[in-house]
């Protein structure tokens, strides 16, 4: 069964330096999300991506995040610099349509 | 704000009893509604959907009831297994943004 890849599967960081995560979906699905998940929450959605297209970024804190999806189909997500407060889950999904969406393992960051 | 919510934040149920979850939401432009199951430290898991046109579905031990004039979801777990231990989340989608919405979770704990 097709899955979704996220690596590292947990990241630990001082504040102030930068940090990166990746993400491969299933193969074949354009929609790629990225989520945040704060312990004990729901995820949040950071951005959507169509093909290489943001088609909605509107909860990134663009002063730090950052995401690209540079061919369509990976994706980068990276923080810098990496606050106390970003310390959280971070889930990637995708989609082949704008519903049903498959969550990756998702990466566990803590900022020290 | 508009919003997805559960009822309960925990349930504890007895091995081989139902299970019954239950979610409301309070936008009635929403029109398709998904149940994930999360184990501890993994990314949510597809358990069933349902679109705005259908007022019940049926999986695998699961059933998931939509009723839209009281705008509420449940999620029906039949013969409960130690493995169904998680948190359920259930999200919805208004096809015009594509983005799913959570709720806060509910943690079903099965008791042996």
């Known amino acids: 069964e097709a899955e979704v890849a996220q690596s590292p599967r947990y990241k630990i960081t001082e504040k102030s330096q930068a940090v990166a995560f990746w993400c491969d979906p299933i193969?074949?699905?354009?929609?790629l999300y990225w989520y945040r998940q704060i312990l004990g929450q729901g995820p949040e959605l950071l951005v959507q991506?169509?093909?290489?297209?943001?088609?909605?970024d509107s909860q990134l804190p663009k002063d730090r995040f950052s995401a690209e999806r540079l061919k369509g189909v990976d994706s980068t997500l990276k923080i810098q610099p990496a606050e106390l407060g970003d310390s959280a889950m971070y889930l990637c999904?995708?989609?082949?349509?704008?519903?049903?969406?498959?969550f990756g393992p998702g990466t566990r960051l803590t900022v020290l | 704000g508009e919003s997805v919510g559960l009822h309960l934040p925990t349930l504890s149920v007895q091995e081989g009893d139902n299970s019954i979850i239950n979610c409301a939401y309070s936008n009635s432009a929403s029109d398709y509604f998904i149940w994930y199951k999360q184990e501890s430290g993994k990314g949510p898991q597809f358990i069933i959907d349902?679109?705005?046109?259908?007022d019940k579905r049926q999986g695998q031990r699961v059933t998931v009831l939509l009723n839209k004039t009281v705008k509420h979801l449940s999620l029906q777990i039949a013969a409960t297994q130690p493995g169904d231990s998680a948190v359920y989340f259930c999200a919805e989608n208004r096809r015009s943004q594509g983005n799913l919405i959570f709720g806060k979770g509910t943690k079903l704990s099965v008791k042996p």
């Open positions: 193969s074949g699905h354009a929609t």
């Open positions: 991506f169509q093909d290489e297209s943001v088609v909605d």
């Open positions: 349902i679109r705005s046109n259908m």
């Open positions: 999904a995708s989609s082949s349509r704008a519903d049903t969406q498959y």
